[in-house]
T-cell receptor, first 112, second 114 residues
């Protein structure tokens, strides 16, 4: 069965410190993995997806199939990074993206 | 483009009633997915509509039904409301033929069942 686990509900760091938000998944096929972010009073939006292998707002995430992990990292956290972060696994419908399975989310707070 | 829009913003119903939530997809999108987000949880997939048909469904009872119209907008209907149906209901749209396939989310409808 597909499952996404985010072990930390809350995470606090100081500005300038490194941050890592953990995500583990279980999926029998080839996973499509995403990180979504929700800033205060804003809608859920895509931060990055593993297939793009890009860095967005200084965040990166590497897919580790051996450890079934897709941790989100940033070397120097900023106060504006404070938000709720959701890891999601996408199940393909044919060749297109079907449903998303979300973790419960990690609330990141970056203190000044 | 306003992106994905949902109406109403908030809704209060009593147990046993029926509710209809509405979603307009982002311009150019043809696929609509609905998610339920309970307090403190991540969104859970309800179903997805494409070409006016439900093509995927999550683990939700038949009380949850939907519809997609020719203009790609969609409705989510919930019958015989239970207290446990209280949640934020999110609509997401995407473009079927896009290789990128990103799902764009609306702001949600907050449903409270008393």
């Amino acid at each position: 069965a597909q499952r996404v686990t985010q072990p930390e509900k809350l995470l606090s760091v100081f500005k300038g410190a490194p941050v890592e938000l953990k995500c583990n998944y279980s999926y029998s096929g080839s996973p499509e993995l995403f990180w979504y972010v929700q800033y205060s009073r804003q809608r859920l939006q895509l931060l990055l997806r593993h297939i793009s292998r890009e860095s967005i707002k200084g965040f990166t995430a590497d897919l580790n199939k051996g450890e079934t992990s897709f941790h989100l990292k940033k070397p120097f956290a900023q106060e504006e990074d404070s938000a709720m972060y959701y890891c999601a696994l996408g199940k393909l419908w044919g060749s297109t993206l079907g449903r998303l399975y979300f973790g419960r989310g990690t609330q990141l707070t970056v203190w000044p | 483009d306003a992106g994905v829009t949902q109406s109403p913003t908030h809704l209060i119903k009593t147990r046993g009633q029926q509710v209809t939530l509405r979603c307009s997809p982002k311009s150019g999108h043809d696929t609509v997915s609905w998610y339920q987000q309970a307090l403190g949880q991540g969104p859970q997939f309800i179903f997805q509509y494409y070409e006016e048909e439900e093509r995927q469904r999550g683990n939700f009872p038949d009380r949850f039904s939907g519809h997609q119209f020719p203009n790609y907008s969609s409705e989510l209907n919930v019958n015989a409301l239970l207290l446990g149906d209280s949640a934020l209901y999110l609509c997401a749209s995407s473009f079927e033929s896009s290789s990128y396939n990103e799902q764009f989310f609306g702001p949600g409808t907050r449903l409270t069942v008393l």
